[in-house]
């Protein structure tokens, strides 16, 4: 049983593509995150949605969109996609804004743009 | 705005020879503090969690933390280690209401046999 799930794991695309990246969560928590992890390790959070609300939002491209359907899932949707988007994006889930800090981490998708 | 700075890149120990990870972070007020574990390929395994109380903490496999308030510290020990616990290893602090993580720029463990 998944705890958090991502899809795809490898993603291989061509710059100017535009690519989306699923997340789904089965442990009832109400907040959801994405993280990108760079090629040096760095990990920097770029969206939070909670309840389906979105409470974080960096400094992103605008090419990066965020959905919510539900707050089992969360989606992000890559337009244009540039070299510098090449990175291992991982999603997160915890329990928000009433329940505590701890995260729980998908096993990650690496995009590669060519 | 909060940082944390793991001042180590890279530690190379013996199995079997004790570990210390060091985390220092900034941040105004009372922090929440993690430690993660990645292994290759992998995603992020909580190992353990600061929030209140006992300024030592026990975490998964074996590890322990120490929060040390005077210090900013918050530092990841292990007595000895296993030739499985290789892997990079991250300390984040929790922000705010929104519990916004910021991490650390990694420590990666190699264990020699």
């Known amino acids: 049983d998944t705890a958090v799930s991502q899809t795809p794991k490898y993603l291989v695309t061509q710059m100017g593509n535009d690519k989306s990246i699923k997340c789904e969560q089965n442990?009832?928590?109400?907040?959801m995150y994405w993280y990108k992890q760079d090629s040096k390790k760095f990990l920097k959070i770029m969206f939070s949605?909670?309840?389906?609300?979105?409470?974080i939002n960096e400094t992103v491209p605008n090419r990066f969109s965020p959905k919510s359907p539900d707050k089992a899932h969360l989606n992000l949707h890559i337009n244009s996609l540039e070299l510098g988007d090449s990175a291992v994006y991982f999603c997160?889930?915890?329990?928000?804004?009433?329940?505590?800090?701890?995260?729980?981490f998908g096993p990650g998708t690496r995009l590669t743009v060519l | 705005a909060q940082s944390v700075t793991q001042p180590d890149i890279h530690i190379t120990v013996s199995e079997g020879a004790s570990l210390e990870l060091r985390c220092n972070y900034s941040y105004g007020a009372t922090p929440y503090l993690f430690w993660y574990v990645q292994s290759p390929g992998q995603g992020l395994q909580l190992l353990l969690k600061?929030?209140?109380?006992?300024?030592l903490v026990q975490g998964i496999k074996g590890f322990e933390a120490e929060f040390k308030r005077s210090q900013s510290s918050f530092n990841l020990r292990k007595p000895s280690v296993h030739w499985s616990d290789a892997a990079e290893y991250f300390c984040?602090?929790?922000?705010?209401?929104?519990?916004?993580?910021?991490f650390g720029k990694g420590t990666l463990l190699t264990v020699n046999p």
């Open positions: 949605y909670n309840n389906k609300e979105l409470i």
């Open positions: 984040a602090v929790g922000e705010g209401s929104n519990y916004k993580l910021t």
């Open positions: 442990l009832g928590h109400d907040t």
């Open positions: 600061y929030f209140s109380g006992d300024t």
């Open positions: 997160a889930s915890s329990l928000g804004l009433a329940g505590g800090p701890e995260q729980f």
